[in-house]
């Protein structure tokens, strides 16, 4: 492990958590230079809370059914995300809208399963995705890191990993493919926040050089 300075973040669930656990284990093994403090599941009984605890991160449930609107529901996420003050907020695999406080913009990112603005937007997520993919006879997909705005899978990208699309793929065969890609691209777009090279530019996202004799990520 080197020199980066890890960022603090609080990550955000739904279900499964393999997105969560892959930046767990990245940050435990010292290629990932993210240090969590906290995971918040919009559900109750979903399997990432067990994975969460396994690392020895505290869990918190802030149950989407329990609000009657989108804000309420946001304002009781960013109050114990505000309790914590974390650098970064980390979406993976977390399906309720949140409304963003002015304060978190450009602090928040999600992963997406497709090389947005393709088959992006509200409902699609998971293997409606992938099915959207082949329906279309794409050559190619993907996943893609963005910083997360009020409009669904719409944010400026900050990393995107392109997959073959292959003869015969099925729906599971090409998830595999693009999670495999995920595995890569969150924390890459970690280190990069953690290493200051990340610029916004109105509705992109410059990566900049890495500065002569500064450290980095393996």
């Known amino acids: 492990m080197n020199d980066t300075k890890k960022v603090t973040a609080v990550i955000l669930i739904s279900g499964s958590g393999s997105t969560m656990e892959n930046l767990l284990q990245r940050a435990k093994d010292g290629t990932c230079a993210m240090e969590c403090l906290g995971v918040i599941s919009s559900k109750e009984g979903v399997a990432g809370i067990a994975r969460a605890q396994k690392f020895g991160v505290p869990v918190q449930v802030v149950n989407r059914k329990d609000f009657t609107d989108a804000v309420a529901f946001s304002r009781q996420v960013f109050k114990l995300i505000n309790g914590v003050k974390p650098d970064l907020v980390l979406l993976a695999g977390f399906l309720s809208y949140v409304h963003l406080p002015e304060r978190y913009k450009g602090r928040v990112m999600n992963i997406h399963p497709s090389l947005l603005p393709k088959f992006g937007g509200r409902g699609m997520y998971g293997s409606k995705v992938h099915e959207s993919v082949l329906k279309a006879g794409e ?14 899978d719409h944010g400026p990208a900050i990393v995107q990993k392109k997959v073959p699309v292959v003869a ?18 969150y924390p890459e777009a970690v280190n990069l926040y953690a290493e200051k090279r990340l610029m916004q530019v109105a509705n992109s996202v410059r990566i900049l050089p890495v500065k002569a004799g500064a450290p980095t990520q393996a």
């Open 139 to 152: 050559r190619e997909s993907g996943c893609t890191v963005h910083y997360v705005d009020d409009q669904y």
């Open 168 to 185: 015969g793929d099925t729906v599971e065969t090409l998830q595999a493919r693009v999670m495999q890609a995920e595995r890569e691209a």
